[in-house]
């Protein structure tokens, strides 16, 4: 058994492995070199939390039809977002509908991601 273990490991290797020395002389091991690179891990969490931020101003601010072509439209349930056809097909509406629908709804939330709105209920939505 042991030497079943030892065999799949011997691909594998460990970020703390050594693999040389820099300029003054530090040791430089495998996860020097691969490294994650601050920005790219800043840019996907601050876009996972502009998604989770819109998918609640939608289910805040949109109700019935409107809520539901605008998370067709976008895939926001997670699915790939659908041509204003084919939204139009599975709520059993026209194209040009689910077009002024998508346009309202829209405009509802281009007003609710304003930095100037005030939910009159409640605190900013902004910050």
Known sequence: MSIRAERKRRGEISLEEPIGVDGEGGEITVGDVLGTDEDAVFGDVLGRLSAEKLRRTVD???KGRE??????RYGLDGGDPLPQREVGAVLGISRSYVSRIEKHALGVLRRRLSPDFRDPGGPRLNG
Do not use: N, P
Not at 67 to 72: A, K, T
């Open 60 to 62: 805040d601010s949109l």
């Open 67 to 72: 809520r539901s072509v605008v998370i067709l």
